[in-house]
Structures are given as C-alpha cells and as structure tokens.
C-alpha cells in the first residue's frame, strides 16, 4: 500500500514561489506520480505528471511558471511553482499510479495524497 504526503504549502502574494513536497512510502520509483488541484466549487484539475523514466507532462495555465521534478532514491516528488497568481489557489494533491499510463485525468492514478493548501494573495 503506497502512502503519499504532501508538505509545503502555504500563503504567498502574487509573484511568489513556493515548492510542493509528495514522499511517498511503499516504493514508487517505477510508478507515475503527479500533482492536481482543486479550488473551491470546481473540479479537481491536472497540473503536471512525471513518469519513472523522467518523461514530463504539464497543464498549459503551468507551463513556464511550474517545474516537477522527482528524486527516487528518496521517494520523493516535488512542485517548484513560480510566478504564483491568485488563480493558482486551490488544495494540491500528490498522486501516484503503478502502471503505464501517462495521464492527466484524476481516475488514472491509484494513490492520493491528502493535499497542502496554497493561497495565493492578489
């Protein structure tokens, strides 16, 4: 059973950085793993997906502002998020998936974590 945690979030005005933790406990250097979000009222979106072989994928409303990344001696996976906007606010979660798919949609991944809130201040 893979067990995911985020850390890392928090308040930041407009303009600002900030950088996503996920360490993940079960052995996941093979799998998938990416990072969703979910502002209030909305549906839970794709921001970014790394695979084990260091393939990447991104959301267009992140690309140049956000950069995954992953280390898998120590089981974890990051978020560098740059140029933060209001419109970045929302709960993010960690995801972890152990097959081959290389998805952007929530119900490809297996495994999730609780999620870090990030609020970005205009």
């Known amino acids: 059973q893979v067990q995911l945690i985020e850390s890392g979030g928090g308040l930041v005005q407009a303009g600002g950085t900030l950088r996503l933790s996920c360490a993940a406990s079960g052995g996941t250097v093979l799998y998938t793993m990416g990072w969703f979000r979910q502002a209030p009222g909305q549906e839970r979106e794709f921001v970014a997906t790394i695979k084990w072989d260091g393939r990447i994928n991104y959301a267009d409303s992140v690309k140049g502002r956000f950069t995954i990344s992953r280390d898998n001696a120590k089981n974890t996976m990051y978020l560098q998020m740059n140029s933060l906007k209001p419109e970045d606010t929302a709960v993010y979660y960690c995801?972890?998936?152990?097959?081959?798919?290389?998805?952007?949609?929530?119900?490809?991944?297996?495994?999730w974590g609780q999620g870090t809130q990030v609020t970005v201040s205009s």
């Open positions: 995801a972890a998936d152990p097959g081959s798919r290389f998805g952007s949609r929530s119900y490809e991944y297996a495994y």
